[in-house]
């Protein structure tokens, strides 16, 4: 079936180093976002991405969605301990309809020493 | 606005017994989607209903089940409760679909099955 792999699974860092987690999808994706669970939260959106080769930044977070839309990164430059969290992607299958779906990755869980 | 509420937020069940979780989206939102979270798993797609109807449906046994009523707020059940069924039940509500836009997740319901 339709996956969307995520990796890595677990990522720890020292406040400062940059962080990057990716997706990969089996099959073409129409639309992928991206979601930060906080330990002990709920996901909160943070951004969708719908173009072929798609780069968006918000502030210290680079988001990109490959030229076949098939993969995804999340890249976080000099990280902080408000980073931590479990970053999920979410990828919406290219069918029609109701026949859409979106397909969930594990998640990457990011720990960073202060 | 309000955001998405979800309740009750922990319950204690014993295997056998059945359960009833409530979730309120946000107002105007019309889809309302179902996830179970259980640590290493991600996010475990139940179903999503949109103005009353079911629209997708996850790989879940029929003990789930879920409707959505003529308000938009959305109730799901689980009965004959497994010790696996325990986890964080997230209910996310959206405009029009969760495939195609931003999901607001509520704090979500933590089941314990004894």
């Known amino acids: 079936g339709q996956q969307v792999m995520q990796i890595p699974q677990y990522q720890h860092v020292q406040e400062g180093e940059d962080f990057t987690t990716y997706c990969n999808s089996s099959?073409?994706?129409?639309?992928i976002q991206w979601y930060k669970q906080r330990p002990g939260g709920h996901p909160v959106f943070l951004i969708q991405?719908?173009?072929s080769g798609e780069v968006k930044k918000q502030k210290r977070l680079t988001f990109q969605f490959g030229e076949a839309k098939k993969n995804s990164s999340l890249h976080i430059t000099a990280t902080q301990t408000t980073d931590v969290g479990t970053y999920f992607c979410?990828?919406?299958?290219?069918?029609?309809?109701?026949?859409?779906?979106?397909?969930w990755g594990l998640g990457t869980s990011l720990a960073v020493n202060p | 606005k309000a955001g998405v509420t979800q309740t009750p937020r922990y319950l204690i069940k014993t295997r056998g017994q059945q359960v009833t979780l409530s979730c309120s989206p946000i107002?105007?939102?019309?889809?309302v989607s179902w996830y179970q979270q259980t640590p290493g798993q991600g996010l475990q797609f139940l179903f999503e209903?949109?103005?009353?109807?079911?629209?997708n449906k996850g790989n879940f046994p029929g003990r789930f089940s879920g409707r959505q009523f003529s308000n938009s707020r959305s109730e799901m059940n689980v009965s004959t409760l497994e010790l696996g069924d325990s986890a964080l039940y997230l209910c996310?509500?959206?405009?029009?679909?969760?495939?195609?836009?931003?999901?607001?997740f509520g704090e979500g319901s933590r089941l314990t099955v004894l």
């Open positions: 996310a509500s959206s405009l029009v679909g969760q495939s195609t836009g931003e999901l607001f």
């Open positions: 107002s105007g939102h019309r889809s």
């Open positions: 209903y949109f103005s009353e109807t079911q629209r």
């Open positions: 099959t073409t994706l129409s639309n």
């Open positions: 991405l719908v173009k």
């Open positions: 979410a990828g919406t299958t290219n069918n029609a309809g109701n026949n859409r779906k979106l397909i």
